[in-house]
């Protein structure tokens, strides 16, 4: 066996990888899809169009190496995490559009569930606040909006899943419906403790036990893709949302190291080992990882903050201004001023996430007078997303009583020099760049790999993550603690202004 096979299902594309035994990417495929918006604040994707695209990836991946699927040890899957999926158990066809993790359409209804005083339990068994970002809502929203959905779903004839499951399903030709502990900590649904879905949790949200999925390990076997797909039938060895894959493959093993992956959204987590740190500063205690059963350490436990919008951004940059024509020219064009002449934007485009979580804000660009120009909205774009991660990175240093030392980065945007001197700079700490940025698809693939037998162990893993850069901070503590003040006045500025 020479590869794993690494599908990493994100928010706007689809993609899939091999890698070999030295964590080195031999092939590679991505394609995007559409993007749907119904109605303000509505995102949703067809479930039919991120099969499709994330099967030819696949398929494309092994013709560029080439790899006959006879030299696959593995597939792992990574996925955008929190987008719901609703589909006909007899026909695999999905009931209706799949919910994007960017929705806001149950803002209202997570505003009365707080009002009615569940948060506190609700945390204490998820390690979430009540927010339309997590599944739960959504799952709940169109078991009540699509006709004949929720009596369907309590006789067994619906299957509901996040991402993984949906392409589990497929891969199997529907014979295996399940999801990981990772992911099903992402729904308002699942207890962290028990690792079990919550019978409370599952009546307070009207959600029949009937439609949930079987909760697997992240790394343990636990199906077959069908031979069909790649020409002979392949074990499905790792499956994790695409933040927890991430920070596996940043080889943050150990309890105190954190990453942040640049990518739609932005996501730092940091390892907290067995223990599930509960936040008082408004991030989320998530499972990172849940590995095979007899493992040492059967359960990592994870503090995460997230950003919604960081390289989107970007693409807003380009397709809503159309101040640039490719999202590489962003770094020419903001490091073309030596700032922002105080303009400041707040990407509040679907609420503000951690540590605010304000899902009635909404984007605002303040401070702007004749003399702005875009490359000072280009900049101030840049600055959003090095901004909003260190209102993250001092909660969670908070939260845990540790003073982060430095901070491995990924993603596509973290090959941004300027953004990730930025980052250094509000921060007051290194940021640490690795040689493999899509450590999201190598998470993927080394859970699978540690499944089976592909790699030993963990400090097999740890050796293969290997430093590209450091950046270091240039901008001293005063003028840091300035520009992180207007920042926040800004962002109060953002706050409540949608009224649905």
């Not at 105190?256 to 992956?261: E, F, I, S, Y």
């Not at 408004?282 to 849940?290: A, D, I, N, S, Y």
């Not at 430093?467 to 962002?491: N, S, Y």
Request: aromatic share 8%.
């Amino acid at each position: 066996m020479d590869y794993v096979l690494a599908l990493d299902q994100g928010t706007t594309s689809s993609r899939a990888m091999l890698f070999d035994r030295k964590g080195r990417i031999a092939a590679s495929a991505q394609r995007e899809f559409r993007q749907i918006f119904p109605r303000p604040g509505w995102v949703e994707h067809d479930p039919a169009e991120i099969w499709d695209t994330q099967l030819e990836v696949a398929r494309e991946a092994l013709r560029q190496a080439p790899a006959a699927a006879s030299r696959l040890a593995a597939v792992g899957i990574a996925n955008q995490r929190e987008t719901v999926v609703l589909w006909d158990r007899a026909t695999g066809r999905p009931v209706a559009n799949a919910i994007v993790w960017q929705d806001r359409r149950t803002a209202a209804h997570c505003d009365a569930l707080r009002r009615q005083g569940h948060a506190a339990r609700i945390q204490a068994k998820t390690g979430l606040v009540i927010d339309a970002y997590f599944a739960g809502t959504k799952l709940q929203w169109l078991l009540d909006h699509v006709p004949g959905a929720r009596m369907r779903a309590a006789r067994g004839e619906l299957a509901f899943g996040t991402v993984d499951a949906w392409l589990v399903w497929n891969l199997t030709g529907g014979r295996v419906h399940a999801t990981d502990a990772s992911n099903a900590s992402r729904t308002l649904l699942f207890n962290i403790h028990t690792l079990q879905w919550d019978a409370d949790l599952l009546a307070l949200f009207d959600i029949p036990a009937a439609v949930l999925p079987r909760v697997v390990p992240s790394s343990g076997v636990l199906a077959r893709a069908h031979e069909r797909w790649f020409g002979a039938p392949v074990e499905i060895a790792g499956v994790a949302g695409d933040q927890q894959a991430a920070t596996f493959g940043q080889a943050c093993f150990e309890p105190g190291m954190a990453k942040n992956t640049y990518g739609t959204g932005c996501f730092m987590l940091m390892n907290t080992g067995a223990a599930a740190v509960r936040s008082r500063n408004r991030l989320l205690t998530t499972v990172g990882w849940q590995g095979p059963a007899g493992a040492a350490h059967p359960v990592a436990y994870c503090l995460e903050g997230g950003v919604f919008m960081a390289g989107a951004t970007v693409q807003w940059l380009r397709d809503g201004l159309r101040l640039i024509r490719s999202s590489g020219e962003v770094e020419a064009l903001a490091a073309s001023v030596p700032d922002t002449g105080d303009v400041f934007l707040v990407p509040a485009f679907a609420g503000l996430g951690a540590p605010d979580w304000d899902g009635h804000a909404r984007g605002t660009l303040v401070g702007m007078t004749r003399g702005t120009t875009a490359a000072h909205v280009a900049r101030a774009a840049l600055e959003s997303i090095a901004l909003q991660v260190a209102d993250v990175f001092g909660a969670m240093a908070r939260d845990s009583g540790i003073a982060l030392s430095e901070l491995r980065v990924d993603g596509g945007a973290s090959r941004n020099d300027l953004l990730m001197q930025m980052q250094a700079d509000f921060l007051g700490v290194p940021v640490v760049r690795p040689r493999v940025t899509e450590t999201t698809a190598l998470g993927a693939a080394c859970l699978a790999g540690l499944a089976t037998g592909f790699w030993r162990d963990g400090a097999e893993l740890a050796a293969l993550w290997e430093e590209e850069r450091r950046f270091l901070p240039a901008l001293d503590a005063p003028a840091r603690a300035a520009r992180l003040k207007r920042w926040r006045q800004a962002v109060a500025r953002s706050r409540g202004w949608a009224r649905d």
